[in-house]
C-alpha cells in the first residue's frame, strides 16, 4: 500500500519532500505501529540536528556570492584564451568552462540553464549545429554534481555517515576521468565533422584573461586546499570562501553591491531549505522503513536476484538511470540510499565511498537520458532546440558517460586510490 | 468570501515574516560558523557556537520548506502536468494542494499530541508530575552544550505545521480559481532563475 500511495503522489505531482513524508504516515498506518506518530515531529526536526549538514546552506552561499561576482564570463574567456586555437576549439572552452565553473556551483540543472546562456548563443554564432552545443553544454553540466565542493556528495555522505572530506576526495578522480573521456569524445568527432577553428591568442592576451579569473579560481581552490589539507572541517573551509567571494565581489570585480545581499541570503536560505527539508523528511522516511524491516525483505530480494557484488552493482545501474531519468540529484539520492546503501556494504561488502560516487553519477547521469531526462529538456528549452535531437546529437558523450560509469562500478579504485 | 481573503492576507503576512526570518538565520548560521572558525585560530573551539548554528540551520530548514511550497518551487515530478491539458492540470493541482493541506493539518495533530499543552495544563505546570502522568520527556529535555531547554528549538515545528497549512490552504484557493494567483517564486528567485522550467525545479 505504501508503495501504490508512494508512485500515486509521485505520479501527480506531490512535492517529493511531502511524498516522504506522506508515505511515512501511511506505511506507519499501513503496519498498524501508531505508537510511532508520538515522535514523529521529534524524528523530523532531528534529521536536521547533524553538523555536517552546515556544510550545505555554506557551500550554497558561496556559489550565490560567486554568481553575483561575475564569474562565468571570465572563466569562459580564460578557457578561450589557452584552447580557443584547437579544432573544436569552442566545444573545449565549454567542456573546461563548465569543470571550472562546476567546483562551484555544484547542481546540475542550474548549472546547465546557467552555461547555456552563456555557450549556446556564442557556439553558434562560431558555426556549431545548435543542438550539438546545447547537448555539450549540458553535458558540462554533469561535472558540477561531481567536482567538489558537491552539494550532492555532502548530502550522501550524511545519508551514509560517512566524513563528509572523504566523499568529495572520492569524487575528484572520477571527475577528472569524466572531464577528460567528454575531451576525448570532442576531439574524435572532430575528426569526422568539421568543427569551426578558433583565433590564436597572444601571450600578453592570455596572461590578461588569467589574471582576471584567478581570483576566480582561487576560492575554489582555497576550498579544496583547505579540506584537503586537513586545516578545516568541509563547512569551515566554505566559511572562509564565502568571506573571499565577498571580499573579490566587492573590491577587486566589483560587481557585487551591498544591496545584492538580502536578496543574496535569501536564495542560501531557499536553496539550502531545499536539500535540507528533503533530508528531514528522508530521516522520517528511513526511520519508518527501519521499523518495518523493509530493507531486510529489500535485501533478501535483491539478494535472489542479484548473486554476486557486479551483478548487484549492474542492476543499481539500470534501475538508478531510470530514478535519475524523473528526479533530479538530491532527491533522487533521498530516497533510494536508505534503501541500497545497507544492502550494498552488508551484504555484497561494497566501500560507502565507491557506492556514493557511483550512485550519485549514476542519478546525473539520468537527467540527460531520455525519455525524460530533466537535464537535457532545461538544456533544450534554453537553446530552443528539440530535446530528442539534441540526445541523438550527443549520444556519443552519453556512450562515453555510461562506460565510465560502468568502469567506475566495477573498479573501486578510482573512487578510493585518493584517501 | 471574507474568510478566503483573510487567508490570503494571513498566508501574505507569514511570506513577510519567513523571508525576515530566512535572512536572520541563513546570517546566524554563517556568522556563528565564522566565529569559530576565527577562534580556531587561537585554538579554541566553540562548542557552543556549533550548537546554535546547526540550531538555525534546523530552523532555515523548516522556514524556508513552507515558503517553497507556498511560491510552488520545491522539487517534484511534474511531467503528467506538462502532457496534460488545461482541465487535467488544474485536477492534479487541486489534488496537490488538498493533499499537502491534509498533512498539513495532521502534523499540526501530531504536534498537539507531542507538546500535549492540555496534559501540562491538567498538571498544573509541573513538569515532574506530567511527566509521571504521560512518559513524554519534551519539557525536561536539555541541548547538548549550552544546557537550555530544548522545547524552546521544538516548537518550530508547530509554527511550520500551521504556517504549511495556512500555505497549502492558500495555494488550495488559488487553484480552485476562489482568488488569483501570486507569482512569489518570481519575487523570490527573479533573473537567473527565469531559464529554469518548472519541472526542473
Request: hydrophobic share 60%; net charge neutral; proline share 6%.
Given at each position: 500500500m505504501t508503495l501504490a500511495a508512494f508512485l500515486l503522489l509521485l505520479v501527480i505531482g506531490l512535492p517529493i519532500g511531502l511524498i516522504l513524508c506522506v508515505a511515512a504516515l501511511v506505511f506507519i498506518y499501513d503496519t498498524n505501529n501508531l505508537v510511532l506518530l508520538q515522535s514523529y515531529p521529534l524524528k523530523l526536526f532531528s534529521s536536521l540536528?547533524?553538523?555536517?549538514?552546515?556544510?550545505i546552506p555554506l557551500f550554497i552561499l558561496v556559489g550565490e556570492l560567486m554568481n553575483g561576482a561575475g564569474i562565468t564570463q571570465r572563466l569562459v574567456r580564460l578557457a578561450a584564451a589557452f584552447?580557443?586555437?584547437?579544432?573544436g576549439g569552442l566545444a573545449y572552452i565549454n567542456l573546461l568552462a563548465n569543470m571550472m565553473v562546476a567546483s562551484i556551483l555544484g547542481s546540475a540543472t542550474a548549472q546547465i540553464a546557467m552555461m547555456s546562456q552563456v555557450m549556446v548563443p556564442e557556439m553558434q554564432r562560431a558555426g556549431y549545429d545548435r543542438a550539438f552545443a546545447a547537448g555539450l553544454t549540458a553535458y558540462g553540466g554533469l561535472l558540477g554534481p561531481i567536482i567538489p565542493p558537491s552539494i550532492v556528495f555532502v548530502v550522501y555522505a550524511v545519508l551514509a555517515q560517512v566524513a563528509v572530506r572523504d566523499m568529495l576526495v572520492a569524487g575528484i578522480l572520477p571527475g577528472l576521468m569524466l572531464t577528460g573521456l567528454f575531451v576525448l569524445v570532442v576531439a574524435l568527432l572532430g575528426r569526422r565533422h568539421a568543427y569551426p577553428v578558433g583565433t590564436r591568442q597572444t601571450w600578453p592576451a592570455r596572461l590578461t584573461a588569467l589574471r582576471d579569473a584567478l581570483p576566480m579560481l582561487a576560492i575554489p581552490l582555497v576550498i579544496i586546499g583547505t579540506i584537503l589539507g586537513g586545516f578545516g572541517s568541509p563547512t569551515e573551509a566554505a566559511a572562509v570562501g564565502a568571506v573571499l567571494a565577498v571580499l573579490i565581489g566587492l573590491f577587486?570585480?566589483?560587481?557585487?553591491?551591498?544591496?545584492d545581499f538580502p536578496l543574496i541570503l535569501i536564495r542560501t536560505g531557499i536553496n539550502s531549505a531545499l536539500v535540507l527539508f528533503l533530508v528531514a523528511a528522508a530521516g522520517v522516511f528511513s526511520w519508518v522503513l527501519i521499523f518495518g524491516q523493509v530493507p531486510q525483505t529489500a535485501a533478501a530480494w535483491i539478494q535472489s536476484v542479484a548473486t554476486t557484488p557486479v551483478a548487484f552493482m549492474l542492476l543499481v545501474l539500470v534501475a538508478l538511470l531510470v530514478v535519475g531519468t524523473v528526479i533530479d540529484g538530491i532527491p533522487g539520492l533521498i530516497m533510494v540510499v536508505p534503501i541500497l546503501l545497507p544492502i550494498a556494504t552488508d551484504?555484497?561488502?561494497?566501500h560507502p565511498l565507491h557506492f556514493g560516487v557511483v550512485v550519485s553519477i549514476n542519478l546525473i547521469l539520468g537527467l540527460l537520458?531520455?525519455?525524460?531526462?530533466i537535464g537535457l529538456y532545461v538544456a533544450a528549452q534554453v537553446s530552443n532546440v528539440s530535446p530528442l535531437r539534441v540526445f541523438w546529437v550527443t549520444a556519443p558523450f552519453f556512450l562515453a558517460a555510461c562506460v565510465a560509469l560502468v568502469v567506475l562500478a566495477l573498479v573501486p579504485w578510482f573512487s578510493l586510490a585518493l584517501l | 468570501m471574507p474568510l478566503i481573503r483573510l487567508l490570503r492576507a494571513l498566508s501574505d503576512g507569514i511570506v513577510r515574516i519567513e523571508r525576515i526570518l530566512l535572512m536572520l538565520l541563513v546570517c546566524a548560521v554563517v556568522s556563528l560558523v565564522l566565529l569559530n572558525v576565527g577562534f580556531r585560530l587561537f585554538q579554541i573551539t566553540l562548542a557552543w557556537a556549533d550548537e546554535l548554528a546547526v540550531l538555525a540551520m534546523a530552523w532555515s530548514g523548516f522556514v524556508g520548506a513552507s515558503l517553497m511550497l507556498r511560491a510552488r518551487i520545491?522539487?517534484?515530478?511534474?511531467l503528467l502536468h506538462e502532457a496534460l491539458g488545461p482541465a487535467g492540470v488544474r485536477a492534479l493541482r487541486v489534488s496537490v494542494a488538498l493533499l499537502a493541506s491534509a498533512f498539513g493539518l495532521i502534523l499540526i495533530w501530531l504536534n498537539w499530541i507531542w507538546f500535549n499543552p492540555l496534559g501540562l495544563y491538567a498538571a498544573g505546570f509541573d513538569i515532574s508530575t506530567f511527566e509521571g502522568a504521560t512518559f513524554n520527556f519534551i519539557y525536561s529535555g536539555k541541548t547538548?552544550?549550552?544546557?537550555?531547554?530544548v522545547f524552546w528549538f521544538y516548537l518550530i515545528m508547530p509554527w511550520f505545521a500551521l504556517t504549511l497549512t495556512i500555505h497549502a490552504l492558500t495555494n488550495l484557493a488559488e487553484d480552485l480559481g476562489l482568488i488569483p494567483a501570486r507569482d512569489l517564486a518570481h519575487e523570490l528567485t527573479p533573473s537567473e532563475g527565469d531559464a529554469i522550467p518548472e519541472s526542473a525545479r
Amino acid at each position: 500500500m505504501t508503495l501504490a500511495a508512494f508512485l500515486l503522489l509521485l505520479v501527480i505531482g506531490l512535492p517529493i519532500g511531502l511524498i516522504l513524508c506522506v508515505a511515512a504516515l501511511v506505511f506507519i498506518y499501513d503496519t498498524n505501529n501508531l505508537v510511532l506518530l508520538q515522535s514523529y515531529p521529534l524524528k523530523l526536526f532531528s534529521s536536521l540536528d547533524n553538523f555536517s549538514l552546515l556544510a550545505i546552506p555554506l557551500f550554497i552561499l558561496v556559489g550565490e556570492l560567486m554568481n553575483g561576482a561575475g564569474i562565468t564570463q571570465r572563466l569562459v574567456r580564460l578557457a578561450a584564451a589557452f584552447v580557443g586555437a584547437l579544432k573544436g576549439g569552442l566545444a573545449y572552452i565549454n567542456l573546461l568552462a563548465n569543470m571550472m565553473v562546476a567546483s562551484i556551483l555544484g547542481s546540475a540543472t542550474a548549472q546547465i540553464a546557467m552555461m547555456s546562456q552563456v555557450m549556446v548563443p556564442e557556439m553558434q554564432r562560431a558555426g556549431y549545429d545548435r543542438a550539438f552545443a546545447a547537448g555539450l553544454t549540458a553535458y558540462g553540466g554533469l561535472l558540477g554534481p561531481i567536482i567538489p565542493p558537491s552539494i550532492v556528495f555532502v548530502v550522501y555522505a550524511v545519508l551514509a555517515q560517512v566524513a563528509v572530506r572523504d566523499m568529495l576526495v572520492a569524487g575528484i578522480l572520477p571527475g577528472l576521468m569524466l572531464t577528460g573521456l567528454f575531451v576525448l569524445v570532442v576531439a574524435l568527432l572532430g575528426r569526422r565533422h568539421a568543427y569551426p577553428v578558433g583565433t590564436r591568442q597572444t601571450w600578453p592576451a592570455r596572461l590578461t584573461a588569467l589574471r582576471d579569473a584567478l581570483p576566480m579560481l582561487a576560492i575554489p581552490l582555497v576550498i579544496i586546499g583547505t579540506i584537503l589539507g586537513g586545516f578545516g572541517s568541509p563547512t569551515e573551509a566554505a566559511a572562509v570562501g564565502a568571506v573571499l567571494a565577498v571580499l573579490i565581489g566587492l573590491f577587486y570585480t566589483r560587481s557585487l553591491r551591498l544591496s545584492d545581499f538580502p536578496l543574496i541570503l535569501i536564495r542560501t536560505g531557499i536553496n539550502s531549505a531545499l536539500v535540507l527539508f528533503l533530508v528531514a523528511a528522508a530521516g522520517v522516511f528511513s526511520w519508518v522503513l527501519i521499523f518495518g524491516q523493509v530493507p531486510q525483505t529489500a535485501a533478501a530480494w535483491i539478494q535472489s536476484v542479484a548473486t554476486t557484488p557486479v551483478a548487484f552493482m549492474l542492476l543499481v545501474l539500470v534501475a538508478l538511470l531510470v530514478v535519475g531519468t524523473v528526479i533530479d540529484g538530491i532527491p533522487g539520492l533521498i530516497m533510494v540510499v536508505p534503501i541500497l546503501l545497507p544492502i550494498a556494504t552488508d551484504v555484497y561488502g561494497i566501500h560507502p565511498l565507491h557506492f556514493g560516487v557511483v550512485v550519485s553519477i549514476n542519478l546525473i547521469l539520468g537527467l540527460l537520458s531520455p525519455p525524460v531526462g530533466i537535464g537535457l529538456y532545461v538544456a533544450a528549452q534554453v537553446s530552443n532546440v528539440s530535446p530528442l535531437r539534441v540526445f541523438w546529437v550527443t549520444a556519443p558523450f552519453f556512450l562515453a558517460a555510461c562506460v565510465a560509469l560502468v568502469v567506475l562500478a566495477l573498479v573501486p579504485w578510482f573512487s578510493l586510490a585518493l584517501l | 468570501m471574507p474568510l478566503i481573503r483573510l487567508l490570503r492576507a494571513l498566508s501574505d503576512g507569514i511570506v513577510r515574516i519567513e523571508r525576515i526570518l530566512l535572512m536572520l538565520l541563513v546570517c546566524a548560521v554563517v556568522s556563528l560558523v565564522l566565529l569559530n572558525v576565527g577562534f580556531r585560530l587561537f585554538q579554541i573551539t566553540l562548542a557552543w557556537a556549533d550548537e546554535l548554528a546547526v540550531l538555525a540551520m534546523a530552523w532555515s530548514g523548516f522556514v524556508g520548506a513552507s515558503l517553497m511550497l507556498r511560491a510552488r518551487i520545491d522539487p517534484a515530478v511534474r511531467l503528467l502536468h506538462e502532457a496534460l491539458g488545461p482541465a487535467g492540470v488544474r485536477a492534479l493541482r487541486v489534488s496537490v494542494a488538498l493533499l499537502a493541506s491534509a498533512f498539513g493539518l495532521i502534523l499540526i495533530w501530531l504536534n498537539w499530541i507531542w507538546f500535549n499543552p492540555l496534559g501540562l495544563y491538567a498538571a498544573g505546570f509541573d513538569i515532574s508530575t506530567f511527566e509521571g502522568a504521560t512518559f513524554n520527556f519534551i519539557y525536561s529535555g536539555k541541548t547538548p552544550v549550552l544546557v537550555w531547554p530544548v522545547f524552546w528549538f521544538y516548537l518550530i515545528m508547530p509554527w511550520f505545521a500551521l504556517t504549511l497549512t495556512i500555505h497549502a490552504l492558500t495555494n488550495l484557493a488559488e487553484d480552485l480559481g476562489l482568488i488569483p494567483a501570486r507569482d512569489l517564486a518570481h519575487e523570490l528567485t527573479p533573473s537567473e532563475g527565469d531559464a529554469i522550467p518548472e519541472s526542473a525545479r
